[in-house]
């Protein structure tokens, strides 16, 4: 069973649909025995990060996502959450990554929003993955490159498209709403 | 590189694809969620559903259509007409939508825009302006384009963003339905003006419209309906000719 972590973002139920699509189905809860228990975690998300945090901290889901041991992947707000500090609300992050959440500086559109490539891709989420292939973005804060950084995304600077440390992974773009890239990519996590 | 977006629309009314021509005669065009595969299939970058009687006749949401659209679909979707409150935003996003759009509802009420924004983030406010060249001035419209405001249509675009759109849908009804390619002025100075993505609507009827947009203006992406719904344009062969013309495009 895939858990999808249920808490105050939305975009929640169209991860829940793409793993329904791709044949896998999936969970969406808080409750602490059923994430545990779960083979692979989803850490979804679109929204403010001070008002997920206080969240996750009032049910004390941030200790237990940074407990977890399956496989885990954040999207969008999620992969920033699982940074050290966000600028949105000036919000302490979870602290997976050691990577400080920034918002884009406004010289040109904000939010990036729409379909982009990479710079470069690495690691068991791009298998197959071109760095010209296209996948979804929306948002206006970034997180920086660091040494966790599986792939580069550029706009207006280059920031984290991906991440992974251990067994937490993670994408700023929406790979439940990137088409067949999306789903390939999506595919690397449930199989691995 | 961020991609130039082309964005089927598809009107919807009682629960089927239509096109309004310059908002007066309509045609049916087939089933919404039908169409929606077979564009995401194609390469459509994203898709918008407007209930285009919603406002009219003071019908609520699509919230039906809506869940079997983001079961089938791999691509965002925005969904709009007859969103009034809260209420219906949290219903239509509860339901798979990723953004909604308001257009009269957030002329008569400026602070549901914030309201969204604050709620459900400004990613999925997509402020719909629909805009006349009327009287030396580019004129905002509400109610399906039947009732002239006093807006001038830079300045409510530019107060939308402040007040947390995360988008402009921009449709020059000047153009809608004419085939005669889009407004280039007013959708260059609405997107030199303001800081978020604007989408360029009404009046594609070739491809070369679609390149004259990406090429004049700043426009993110450009919004059609009819030519699409028709086959009078494919959208991997409208993609194709964009790359040719240099104009960043996924494919």
Known sequence: ?192 | MLKRRIIPCLDIRDGRTVKGINFVSIRDAGDPVELAKIYAEQGADELVFLDITATIEKRKTLADLVERIALEINIPFTVGGGIHTLDDVSVLLGAGADKITINSAAVRDPGLIGGIARNFGSQCVVVAIDTKYHQNDWIVFIDGGRTPTRLRTLDWAKRAADLGAGEILLTSMNNDGTKSGFAIDITGDVSRHLGIPVIASGGAGTMEHFRDVFYSTGCSAALAASIFHYGEISIPDLKNYLKNNNIAVRI
């Open chain 1, 1 to 192: 069973m895939i858990a999808i972590i249920k808490y105050n973002a939305g975009n929640i139920r169209s991860v829940l649909n793409s793993l329904r699509r791709l044949g896998y189905d999936g969970l969406i809860t808080d409750d602490r025995s059923e994430i545990l228990a779960a083979e692979k975690v989803i850490f979804p998300g679109v929204g403010e990060a001070g008002t997920a945090m206080k969240y996750l901290k009032d049910r004390e889901l941030d200790r237990l996502i940074i407990s977890l041991k399956q496989p885990v992947l954040g999207i969008c707000l999620g992969q920033q959450l699982l940074c050290r500090h966000s600028e949105e609300g000036d919000t302490d992050c979870l602290g997976i990554f050691d990577s400080r959440v920034c918002m884009f500086p406004l010289v040109d559109t904000v939010p990036h929003m729409g379909w982009n490539n990479f710079l470069s891709v690495r690691g068991p989420l791009f298998k197959d993955v071109s760095p010209d292939d296209d996948v979804y973005y929306v948002h206006s804060y970034y997180a920086e490159v660091c040494s966790s950084t599986t792939a580069v995304c550029d706009y207006i600077l280059p920031f984290s498209a991906a991440m992974q440390k251990d067994n937490f992974f993670s994408t700023q773009f929406h790979p439940e709403k990137s088409a067949g890239t999306g789903e390939k990519i999506l595919l690397n996590f449930l199989k691995l």
